[in-house]
């Protein structure tokens, strides 16, 4: 059966889903986007990933065709019209298409919203039980990070080299140390069993993961500390994994071909896994 998208006010066959090449997401990449994860039918952590829509719109000065209580609907209309079990749901809105090719933002052109879902087993994944291997590669992106922007040239650069290296994942290096994944938060456990990711700022992107993470880490009295790291010490460290969406918490075993501890993935790394399922399951809407 054909999967439905969501396209400006219709649900449409996605393989007959289009916008306009005069689209400014296709022209400018001048577009935000989200991806939440389905668990059993239901929505993960979607309030922060539409709380992070709304901020990221906000920066670019991009006003949402529908509310986030509406878009939460279409969300919901699209789990249930593509019976979609577990997957996630992507979202993208962009400044729209005007009649040319403008920088400036056009004037009554109504921004384009589209989505559509897609079937992944994120809890039983094999790499879950495997870890990844991670490559590290320079971050090439913009200055403004924090964004979750639909310009994702650098890391569609960086996820292929890992990719044709058979790596998971690529971690970003600036300045001589690790910003974040590809398309993931990056965290590791020191030999003194704190668990060290970046902190936010413009330089990554606020991971809706990372964020619930880090919460549940604390609240369990493990010693977190948001700041830089090198590739160094996450090879010294004792585990090593990354967050996001689509991954939930997954543990990297080798960076750059070299082993992280016994290149295994970690019993914390386990254990915040399946508190992160956990945490999923029971705030699942
Ligand atoms: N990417 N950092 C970057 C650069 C990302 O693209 C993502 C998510 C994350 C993790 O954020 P979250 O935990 O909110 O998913 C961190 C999505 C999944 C993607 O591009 O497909």
């Not at 996605?14 to 059993?40: C, H, M, N, Q, W």
């Not at 939460?72 to 789990?79: A, N």
């Not at 298409?97 to 809890?123: N, Q």
Request: proline residues 4%; contains cysteine.
């Amino acid at each position: 059966m054909d999967q439905i998208a969501y396209v400006n006010g219709s649900f449409v066959p996605l393989t007959e889903a289009k916008v306009s090449v005069l689209d400014r997401g296709f022209l400018f990449a001048d577009g935000i986007y989200e991806v939440a994860a389905v668990l059993e039918g239901k929505l993960i952590d979607n309030a922060s990933h539409l709380a992070r829509l709304e901020r990221s719109v906000g920066e670019i000065g991009l006003a949402l065709p529908e509310t986030v209580e509406r878009i939460q609907e279409i969300q919901r209309e699209l789990i249930a019209r593509n019976h979609l079990v577990n997957g996630m749901v992507y979202l993208q809105a962009t400044r729209g298409a005007d009649s040319g090719r403008d920088f400036a933002f056009p004037k009554d052109v109504k921004p384009t919203l589209v989505m559509f879902t897609s079937v992944k087993d994120i809890v039983g994944a094999e790499s879950a039980k495997t870890g990844i291997a991670v490559i590290t590669v320079p971050d090439l992106r913009w200055v403004r990070r924090d964004i979750k922007s639909v310009a994702l040239l650098a890391q569609v650069l960086a996820k292929q080299a890992a990719a044709e290296a058979g790596a998971g994942e690529a971690w970003m290096i600036e300045d001589g140390k690790v910003t974040e994944g590809g398309s993931s938060s990056a965290f590791i456990l020191t030999k003194d069993d704190v668990l060290v990711t970046r902190q936010n700022s413009t330089a990554i992107l606020p991971g809706c993961t990372r964020k619930a993470v880090v919460a549940l880490a604390e609240e369990r009295q493990l010693r977190v500390e948001e700041r830089p790291f090198t590739v160094e010490e996450a090879l010294a460290a004792k585990e090593a994994f990354v967050t996001s969406a689509t991954v939930f918490v997954q543990a990297v075993v080798t960076i750059d071909g070299k082993p992280v501890a016994n290149g295994k993935p970690g019993p914390m790394t386990d254990r915040l896994r399946e508190i992160y399922i956990d945490f999923a399951k029971a705030t699942a809407q």
